[in-house]
C-alpha cells in the first residue's frame, strides 16, 4: 500500500524559511514524478514544484520560483521542499504527491494518484 507522509510546517514570520518533507513508501519512487501541491483556505488545491524520478529534473510554479527548492534523497525515499521568503500568501496546507504513470514528468495535479494527508504552513505578516 502506497503511503506519503509529510512533515515540517509550521507558523513562520514573513521572510523566514521552512523545510518540508515527505517520506513514501510502497512503490518504487525511483521511477515516479513527486510533486509538491497546496490549497489555502477557501481555493482550489495548485501545483507548487515536482521532480523527476532521477532527480535531475524540476519544475516550479511561478508563483515560488527562486525562493522554493524541491529535493530528493532516493536511498530513503524522502523528498523535500525548502521554502525561503516566505510570504503570507504562501499560506496553505501542503501536501505532496506521485505521479500516476512511471517515466513520467508532469505538473498536472490529475496525473498524480496517491497524496499525502497534507502539513499546515502558516505566514504571518
Known amino acids: 500500500q502506497v503511503q506519503l507522509v509529510e512533515s515540517g510546517g509550521g507558523l513562520v514570520q514573513a521572510g523566514g524559511s521552512l523545510r518540508l518533507s515527505c517520506t513514501a513508501s510502497g512503490r518504487t519512487f525511483s521511477t515516479y514524478t513527486m510533486g509538491w501541491f497546496r490549497q489555502a483556505p477557501g481555493k482550489t488545491r495548485q501545483f507548487v514544484a515536482a521532480?523527476?524520478?532521477?532527480?535531475?529534473?524540476?519544475y516550479y510554479a511561478d508563483s515560488v520560483k527562486g525562493r522554493f527548492t524541491i529535493s530528493g534523497d532516493v536511498a530513503i525515499i524522502t523528498v523535500y521542499l525548502q521554502m525561503n521568503s516566505l510570504k503570507p500568501e504562501d499560506t496553505a496546507v501542503y501536501s505532496c504527491a506521485t505521479a500516476r504513470r512511471p517515466y513520467y514528468f508532469t505538473n498536472r495535479e490529475d496525473e498524480y494518484d496517491y497524496w499525502g494527508q497534507g502539513t499546515q504552513v502558516t505566514v504571518s505578516s
Open positions: 521532480i523527476s524520478w532521477s532527480g535531475d529534473r524540476t
